[in-house]
T-cell receptor, first 117, second 113 residues
Framework: AQKITQTQPGMFVQEKEAVTLDCTYD???????LFWYKQPSSGEMIFLIY??????QNATEGRYSLNFQKARKSANLVISASQLGDSAMYFC??????????????FGKGTSLLVTP | DTAVSQTPKYLVTQMGNDKSIKCEQN?????MYWYKQDSKKFLKIMFSYNNKELIINETVPNRFSPKSPDKAHLNLHINSLELGDSAVYFCASSPTGTGYEQYFGPGTRLTVT
């Protein structure tokens, strides 16, 4: 079963607007971490933001914030004030605790974001 | 200084050949990984090594074998390459634990003809 679901294959946003990329996850482990990575057309994987399952507050990193709703098992990425350079593929990923994994990341299928002028 | 490096960046080879991809990290991490990204951009874990021990091995054909000569290196050897092996292969590393990001290498684009 898919552990990470990203329902938006592609998204458009106008420059300077905010955009939300959706991510839902499935785990029975009480200890887990949620991550967002950006993959531009050049191909490298760039870490954006992390949220731990026990964190009380939503994570923020500059223009990136993670809207963590634990009961709904969602971890949406919000990008404020979009820039042209934000155009890329965005991946949501989860790492579960040691009982269920070797700490590998389980990735969603990604959302392709295009920022337009 | 490059944190996680992979060589080569591009690899074009014929079916049936054997090839290796090298990975090195200079971050002092104790866990390293290999991921495969297919043509639809889906990333899937192949192997994970923690302190030189293989701790997970997904349903990957046994033609793929990870080799870790030391904690800083995790190489991927592929025997009898098939067309379906064409993909981008990423090496990554992290400290052990749920709360640590994984640092990815630049990827190796493998094309099997």
């Amino acid at each position: 079963a898919q552990k990470i679901t990203q329902t938006q294959p592609g998204m458009f946003v106008q420059e300077k607007e905010a955009v939300t990329l959706d991510c839902t996850y499935d785990t029975s482990d009480p200890s887990y971490g949620l991550f967002w990575y950006k993959q531009p057309s050049s191909g490298e994987m760039i870490f954006l933001i992390y949220q731990g399952s026990y964190d009380q507050q939503n994570a923020t990193e500059g223009r990136y914030s993670l809207n963590f709703q634990k009961a709904r098992k969602s971890a949406n990425l919000v990008i404020s004030a979009s820039q042209l350079g934000d155009s890329a593929m965005y991946f949501c990923a989860m790492r579960e605790g040691p009982r269920n994994s070797g700490y590998e990341l389980n990735f969603g299928k990604g959302t392709s974001l295009l920022v337009t002028p | 200084d490059t944190a996680v490096s992979q060589t080569p960046k591009y690899l074009v080879t014929q079916m049936g050949n054997d090839k290796s991809i090298k990975c090195e990290q200079n971050l002092g991490h104790d866990t390293m990984y290999w991921y495969k990204q297919d043509s639809k951009k889906f990333l899937k874990i192949m192997f994970s090594y923690n302190n030189k021990e293989l701790i997970i091995n997904e349903t990957v054909p046994n033609r793929f074998s990870p080799k870790s000569p030391d904690k800083a290196h995790l190489n991927l050897h592929i025997n009898s390459l098939e067309l379906g092996d064409s993909a981008v292969y990423f090496c990554a590393s992290s400290p052990t634990g749920t709360g640590y990001e994984q640092y990815f290498g630049p990827g190796t684009r493998l094309t099997v003809t």
